[in-house]
């Protein structure tokens, strides 16, 4: 789970800016213009949130786009995986300047739909607009900026030698993926967005019962403002203070598993900074939702280390120093195929839970 920083401005502004009066989440806006908070204490339901919230705009358009795509791959037989990927913002205004946001960049969902796709899945990356992507993650703004793998002479513009042989590995498989129209890219960008994205998927996505995976990388906002109290306008600084009271947002695991796609194999990330509370915290999100595992992971140690807990106990991938610091192996390459044996036994073992159609 994952709370934020104050940021301001548009969604292009990916650093998070701390506003100097941000308060930690307790009481919707409160300022000269805004209306002050009812909230009771406690989630709503995941019901309760999208009978009182409007869906995005893009939503037909990305469930017509999500249809064709696993009509095609049902036919052609092959697995699907919906791995979600970056941060989510929570806006507090609706014509919105400012807003929540987090720290994810979207490497894990990006890295690890690339090892899905080579291993012959069908991937539809939902993800935050302008975090990271299969394999332009490799070439991005932050850190690599393609110019510095260029030069030019009098013939053109070509890539310098010593990058050629890495990026024409990365381009054989975009190209190939691209070929085959095994990658559908989703955008989201609030957690409103997320969440009514992810219902919609997983509603189409559930007619290929055990044969789809989900892959919940993404870092979804723990608060929100609820549409009914959320300030229309920009919030004036008059009062030199900034009080914000935010209700929790619905836990939408529950009817995933339960009611949305009942038969899929699904895995969740648990995100924690403090090392003393991950096994726990992973362990009561497996119970509480009755998913298949939940990936426990630190903030700081993510890209080396995670935790697989499922019903039968726990398993930990670990890279050496020597892995990442020196043959930077990305540790997606180790965690993607532990799942996918598992899908397989997952898909195998249905016919013993009565649920193989
Ligand atoms: C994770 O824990 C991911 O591994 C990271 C990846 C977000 C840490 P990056 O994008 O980071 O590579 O920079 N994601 C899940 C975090 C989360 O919000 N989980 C929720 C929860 O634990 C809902 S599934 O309640």
Known sequence: PVNGALATHHHLNREPVLHPASAPAAAAISGASTPASTSSPGPVSAEAYFASHVAPKS??????????????????????????????????????????????????????????????????????????????????????????????????????????????????????????GTLLSLEFVTVHDYLFLLREAAQIISKMDVHAMYYLAAAVSDFFIPADKMAEHKIQSGDGLLNLSMDQVPKILKPLVNDWTPKAFIISFKLETDEALLPMKSRQALKRYGHQIVIGNLLTTRKRVVHLIDMEGESEIRLTAEEDEVQHIEIESRIVPELIQRHSEWIEACGKRGECG
């Open 59 to 180: 939503l037909p358009e990305n469930a017509e786009k999500i249809r064709a795509f696993v009509d095609r791959h049902m036919h052609e037989g092959r697995r699907v995986v919906l791995v979600t990927s970056g941060g989510t913002t929570v806006p507090l205004e609706t014509l919105t300047v400012r807003f929540i946001d987090n720290f994810s960049a979207g490497t894990r969902g990006a890295t690890s739909a690339e090892y899905f796709l080579e291993q012959g899945y069908a991937v539809i990356f939902m993800h935050r607009q302008f975090s990271l992507q299969p394999y332009s993650r490799h070439y991005s703004h932050t850190k690599n900026c393609f110019l510095e793998f260029m030069e030019a002479d009098e013939d053109g513009i070509h890539v310098m030698p010593t990058y050629v042989e890495k990026m024409r590995s990365i381009l054989g498989k975009y190209r190939e993926t691209q070929k085959a």
